[in-house]
Structures are given as structure tokens and as C-alpha cells.
């Protein structure tokens, strides 16, 4: 949770809102009070936003939300002069739900490359023997999905790339809003992420208490 306080109208806080959050209407909505609430089609992590004249409260289950929300809005003040009082609530619980919902993201793409690297091996056993009988149905089911497996392996990069971003974000996040940097330590997490095992990551989450 973070809570923002301070001289801005609510004009001025909904303009903030919008440079942070895509395709929020540029139109101030009308009363005293706005509520919105967003939900992340790739995570399922959710953002609420409450604000008036003088007060704005955002609350989400994604520690990473709520850091880039602190970073741009303080930015946004700083930049009018204006001074605001920030707080935050963050919950140890909230970054372990995170990457609980990242795991089978994370898994699939992971499970992915073995399968590709299997197919040409799987293809000589195919030539040498005449078929594919006496590998498992698994086996089977790889090298009949060979190019679709291909294909979906040669946008891999790209997903991957996503996911450890994320990952690396909200480790970083975490310690940061408990006053410790740890960019330093990042090489050793992508170490982590190399052997992938949940219960393993989520330890290394823990090791900087």
C-alpha cells in the first residue's frame, strides 16, 4: 500500500495517474472521490486506486506496482514544486504471491527448451529405428509437435527475458523499500533463476533478513 498526501487537486492527481497507468481516460472524473481498479492480464495481480483532492491511496498485491507508482508520482511532485508525504505498507507476503504466479509462467518456458533440445536426437532414434515406437508417448508427442515446439522456442528470448526482468524487479524492490540495495547481488539471483526450483528462490527472497 501506498499513501500519498499532499496540496495537488484532484485534476492534478488524476494527471499523475494517467502518465502511470496505460489508457486511463485523460478526463478527470467527475465528484469528490475516484476509485479505479486494474487487473494485469499477464500476472493476474491486481492495483486499486483511490484518490481525492489532497489524498491517494494505491493498493496492489505487486510489490514492483507500488514501487514504479512511489518513483513516478514523487518525480511528478518534485517536478511542480510541490511537496507530498509518502508512506508505504509492504507485505513479505505479497512478493512470495507474486512469484508463486510467475512459477508456472516460468516453468513452461523452462520445460520448453528441454523439449526442443530433445527433437533432433528424438529425429535420429526416428531414421535408425524406422519409428518412434519404442520411445514414450511423451517422446512421441515432442517430435509431433517439433515445429510448433520450434517455432514457439524461437520467440523464447523474448518471454524469458519478461519473466527474469520481473523476477530481478521485484527482488529489487522488495529490499529497497527496506532501505537496502542489492543490485549487487543480482548476478547471484540469475545464478538461481539458471537452475530453476521454486522453493529455492524463494529462500534466496529470504536470505538478505
Not at 19 to 37: A, K, L
Not at 52 to 64: L, M, P, Q, T, Y
Amino acid at each position: 500500500m501506498l499513501k500519498l498526501v499532499g496540496p495537488f487537486s484532484l485534476a492534478e492527481i488524476h494527471s499523475w495517474i494517467c502518465f502511470c497507468i496505460p489508457d486511463v481516460p485523460e478526463r478527470t472524473p467527475p465528484g469528490e472521490q475516484v476509485i479505479m481498479c486494474f487487473h494485469s492480464t499477464f500476472l493476474d495481480t491486481q492495483l486499486e486506486c483511490t484518490y481525492k483532492r489532497g489524498e491517494a491511496i494505491f493498493r496492489s498485491d505487486n510489490v514492483s506496482t507500488i514501487s514504479i507508482l512511489k518513483d513516478v508520482l514523487s518525480k511528478e511532485a518534485t517536478g511542480r514544486k510541490m511537496s507530498v508525504d509518502m508512506t508505504h505498507v509492504i507485505s513479505d507476503e505479497s512478493v512470495t504471491h507474486t512469484l508463486r504466479l510467475l512459477h508456472p509462467k516460468l516453468e513452461y518456458q523452462l520445460l520448453l527448451a528441454k523439449k526442443v533440445q530433445l527433437i533432433d536426437a528424438l529425429k535420429e532414434i526416428e531414421v535408425h529405428e524406422g519409428s518412434t515406437d519404442c520411445v514414450t508417448e511423451e517422446y512421441q508427442a515432442i517430435l509431433k509437435n517439433a515445429d510448433q515446439l520450434q517455432a514457439e522456442f524461437r520467440m523464447q528470448p523474448c518471454h524469458l527475458e519478461r519473466l527474469y526482468g520481473m523476477i530481478t524487479d521485484l527482488y529489487i524492490d522488495k529490499f529497497k523499500f527496506q532501505g537496502q540495495n542489492v543490485k549487487g547481488k543480482v548476478p547471484n539471483l540469475m545464478a538461481v533463476l539458471e537452475e530453476y526450483d521454486l522453493d529455492r528462490l524463494l529462500e534466496f527472497f529470504e536470505e538478505e533478513k
